[in-house]
DNA sequence: TATGAATGAGGATTCATTCAT
DNA sequence: CATGAATGAATCCTCATTCAT
């Protein structure tokens, strides 16, 4: 009789559950606006649930950053691996660019509000951020090296590179006249790749 | 010569004081984070005199972010409207980035913390940034007719050209290393402002 | 049977506890008087609870008066729909205003301080009072019609009827010089209800 | 030229004026949620000056309701020390009660609001209502030794008569349906007089 | 294990009172 | 003497966290 009804763990995976909501409420509110009672009711979940899975509300957060990062830098990494061609990068920033929209929410959160969560925010520094920029770096290097790319300090042009999305990710939704979901300015995202990499490329003779 | 003293009132302005306080509170806790308490102590003045200047802390942080955009945008205005070559804009770019240093704690109150104070971003949009994406678009604009700048979309390219500000402005604090007060990486402006005028002009036959 | 012992709440109703000690506490000391913090002591629970009974101050306050008013009313119009004789109206009176010591409190709470809630005064007067007064009205008409009461205006006897309680119920603490469990004055209460009758019925041929 | 303005003391007694404001504001408000800034404000004056002539806010209260129950009393002795018929208490009655609009303001402060303040309550009862009490009684006691009152106990009597006034005072603000300025309920008055004056009147045989 | 009632420290805000001018 | 800016204790209320069931 107990088992036809299998209680605690129906939904899938009661933790990436709140996690989720988490995400999103951060998102949409901020972390300090954003209450257990609102966590809880939004993951479905009883507020006291929340402790069981997290130690406090600021447990909650770093996993939520901290899982955000990384699966952002992954697939960013993953498809800088892939690239063939240095010229190519263009069409890669634009595709990524395209689907920032799907991943909008996570920036939010880990750019506006991790800024204040000092031990995490020194966290994804060393742990992810640091990382990232010596791979795009050696990549840009590259480029400049093979005489593809114009003679520019590479550690710079790596924050840039890595700055166009972030700035194309939440741009949209500061300088954007529109509300709530932000749509992805696939023009704009066309415009910031194509100034980058005329800018970066060395012209043609 | 007795109105040389007036004791209660020796500082510069009570009223500037508070947000003087309030725009570096913000600035490194959030503007949720930051108590009443702490503002006034910042201030020097008790919690309640908070509330004689202002209606309450909403208020302040709505002060403190419009007298900010309008600074800003103010400055960029100007030097804007005194460029003469259109080649010259890195210069300017150069200018004002350097002393973005000067601004970024502002930088920080406006993009971040504004974002969930939906009325006021609302103000800042009509009465500032669209404004001021009109000027820069028509400047754009002008470049292309000219055939100095590439034949681009200018609204776009205006936004980029704004992004670019915000984005040295503060990437610097998401991009770092550094703690608290990022010192402006010169090098890193130079190079936006590089990029994005290589990426914009018409490469010479 | 484990569910005889339910320790977090084994008193009557957490409630209905904070009810009776806010309507004693405003008895004594008027709403605005009466802080929060003594709400929450005098009903023995955290301060913090009461908002989860009630979502503000204000709103205790209109349940006492709300419940008060009606529990008040209603043993009114039962004692006076078992009335049988026009004449034992008296009778009625005194035992109705003996007890009244039981509701000084209420009383003080609905008359006094319902004064400054507007909005809860006025639905008091369209669910309870207006209705009353109605039926009060309807019985002397009756009394009147059968030569019993004098032919006086119905309705305003009503309104005298209805002030008679609250004048005895509380007169007493205004005009007496005792403190404050005012000992409900018998004498006094006969008195009103004599003169009263004396001054409603037909005087016999 | 200093002769020009009369700047002190232009207006009626600054002191006076702030009492009228009280007074009008404790009605309306109550005493708690009549700030000294509304009171200073409806007085002409600063918030300062307030505590030029009163020590503190309980102060002012304390003198609206002394001169208040003063004042009210002493119409009502001299009134009641000219009657000639005992009969004619009727007719002064129903004067009394139409002029009470006049007073109602004072009424609705010196019953609510002074039931909190205990030394000023008991001072009221010592000084005024006892004093009065014993008037009243000593007329009705005539009255009954002379037959023309029935004999019921003067004492109580008295208690009646003055909560009579009472009564009819604010149970117009209590027990009516209209809004603020609460019109005298002259037929009201004239009920309440004429069913006292019946109940307490030996019947003719 | 999941719940949600209870908690109480801490937050924004009000307001009587003081005091330098 | 009148002013009103400054004060800070005290208020109502929120919310992360605990714990008995």
């Not at 709140?18 to 995400?23: E, H, K, W």
């Not at 939010?108 to 520094?125: W, Y």
């Not at 300090?153 to 949209?172: C, R, S």
Request: net charge negative; charged share 20%.
């Amino acid at each position: 009789m107990s088992r036809l009804f299998h209680p605690p763990a129906p939904e899938p995976n009661t933790k990436q559950r709140i996690l989720a909501a988490a995400q999103h409420l951060f998102a949409c509110q901020g972390y300090e606006k954003s209450t257990t009672r609102q966590l809880a009711e939004a993951a479905g979940v009883a507020e006291g649930t929340l402790f069981r899975y997290f130690e406090n509300k600021n447990a909650i957060f770093v996993e939520v950053v901290t899982q955000g990062w990384s699966e952002l830098l992954t697939e960013l990494l993953t498809e800088l691996s892939e690239i063939e061609s240095y010229g190519a990068v263009a069409e890669m920033m634009r595709h990524r660019m395209q689907n920032l929209q799907h991943h909008s929410e996570l920036l939010r959160v880990c750019l506006m509000e991790a800024q204040f969560h000092t031990e995490l925010r020194d966290r994804i520094q060393t742990e992810l951020f640091s990382k990232m920029l010596g791979v795009v770096e050696a990549f840009i290097q590259t480029g400049i090296e093979r005489g593809i790319y114009r003679p520019l300090n590479p550690t710079k042009v790596a924050h840039v590179f890595l700055g166009m999305f972030i700035m194309a990710g939440f741009g949209a939704t500061v300088l954007n006249e529109n509300e709530a979901p932000p749509t992805p300015d696939i023009e704009l995202a066309e415009t910031v790749a194509d100034i980058f990499l005329h800018g970066l490329l060395t012209p043609p003779e």
